[in-house]
């Protein structure tokens, strides 16, 4: 399995502003994805982040709010952006392995909106 | 459309004790099922998989799960519990979208608390 960090683990922002998560990899993947899982919740997916293709994002997430780039196969930010207070939550990235649904995932950035 | 029900929210068992955790999904053909678990303030650890083959399925920890076609379902088992073993359990079916896109779909998770 892969080894994945994510940066920051955890803040706190204010309302009207953005942050950007970063996803790292220790090896080529080509689908990675994010997630967000709000408080006491699943997880939700975002959007599927394929090198080499843009984004595809789930019914209820837009491009506007939450940008993502991927400029390689060991690396993606997600971008929250102009946040509110119901953007708190866990943002997890994960990695798939082609043809087998498996995926391992980030150990998670835990955001705050006030 | 792909789901997945757990239908415990919450379960506490003694430490030792044995523990199942249930999961139902749907699925119109051989899924791909997965169980993960998140300690508080961590992210998700693959337990174990379900592609095909043998529907006893082993994986870390001392859990393992067993596929039944019959009842839709994948529960996940330990024959006596840690207390370390406290943590949320999601299960997940793999579904395949449009273009070949490979997802995972997750149920709403179990609490698993462990009293001493």
């Known amino acids: 399995s892969a080894v994945i960090s994510q940066k920051p683990s955890r803040d706190i922002c204010q309302r009207g502003t953005s942050l950007t998560i970063q996803c790292q990899v220790d090896?080529?993947?080509?689908?990675m994805f994010w997630y967000r899982q709000q408080p006491g919740q699943s997880l939700t997916l975002i959007a599927t982040a394929n090198q080499g293709s843009e984004a595809t994002y789930e019914s209820g997430f837009v491009i506007d709010k939450f940008p993502i780039s991927r400029p390689n196969l060991t690396f993606s930010t997600l971008t929250v952006s102009n946040m509110s207070p119901e953007d708190s939550s866990i943002y997890l990235c994960?990695?798939?392995?082609?043809?087998?649904?498996?995926?391992?995932f980030g150990p998670g950035t835990r955001l705050t909106v006030t | 459309a792909q789901s997945v029900t757990q239908p415990d929210i919450h379960i506490t068992v003694s430490e030792g004790a044995s523990l199942e955790l249930r999961c139902n999904y749907s699925?119109?053909?051989?899924?791909?099922l997965f169980w993960y678990v998140q300690s508080p303030g961590q992210g998700l650890q693959l337990l174990l998989k379900y592609f095909s083959g043998d529907t006893l399925v082993q994986g870390i920890k001392g859990f393992e799960a067993e596929f039944k076609r019959s009842q839709s379902s994948f529960n996940l088992r330990k024959p006596s519990v840690h207390w370390s073993d406290a943590a949320e359990y999601f299960c997940a079916v793999g579904a395949e979208e449009g273009q070949g896109a490979q997802k995972l779909v997750f149920g709403q998770g179990t609490r698993l608390t462990i009293n001493p």
């Open positions: 699925y119109g053909a051989t899924p791909y």
């Open positions: 994960s990695v798939g392995r082609p043809n087998s649904y498996e995926q391992y």
């Open positions: 090896s080529q993947v080509t689908m």
